[in-house]
């Protein structure tokens, strides 16, 4: 059996050319954070509604975003992005999640490309870690539909990254 190298253990610890490189820390040790919000619904239009998760910094790297419900009643889907302070970059409202569908039922949805959990992710090559270029908040943005909500209906989100 051959013994191989991942890409960044090979430029730290066994490069073939012999210079060793430096891997941001955030890739190969360091601490995993949570962001973690929740909020909780009322009845009526929630096209369009856009939730303030939480902020993060320049340069973070996310590995995995993850959202649950307890069954707020929604026939339409969420977007997980990121909004960006400054104005020279472009806001990604859909840069974790792309069209999570949300039901009647409690469920949990992760990270698009990878990561994913039940009823989760497109299935292929992970997405993980996105570098996020600049400070700014995690939104997560209900595309359509109505609710009939008790007040105690919530949407809970939770984002790992780390930063060097």
């Known amino acids: 059996m051959a013994t191989v190298h991942g890409v960044n253990y090979t430029q730290t610890h066994a490069p073939s050319d012999g210079n060793w490189k430096l891997v941001p820390v955030s890739e190969v040790g360091g601490t995993v ?3 973690y919000d929740s909020y909780t619904l009322v ?8 939730i303030n998760v939480g902020r993060l910094p320049k340069d973070s ?3 995995d975003v993850q959202i649950y419900h307890n069954g707020v009643g929604l026939s339409s889907v969420i977007d997980v992005g990121f909004a ?15 069209g999570a569908a949300l039901g009647a039922t409690a469920s949990q949805v992760s990270l698009k490309g990878g990561l994913a959990g039940p009823g989760g992710a497109t299935v292929g090559v992970s997405a993980a870690p996105i570098t996020i ?7 997560i943005t209900l595309m359509s539909g109505t609710l009939t ?7 809970q989100c939770k984002v790992l990254y780390s930063i060097d």
Do not use: H, N, Y
């Open 33 to 35: 954070r949570m962001l």
């Open 43 to 50: 009845s009526g239009d929630v096209a369009a509604m856009i």
């Open 61 to 63: 790297r996310v590995w």
């Open 84 to 98: 960006f302070d400054d104005s020279a970059l472009t806001d990604d409202p859909d840069m974790f999640l792309d």
């Open 133 to 139: 270029e600049g400070a700014g908040a995690v939104q």
């Open 149 to 155: 909500a008790d007040g105690t209906k919530t949407v």
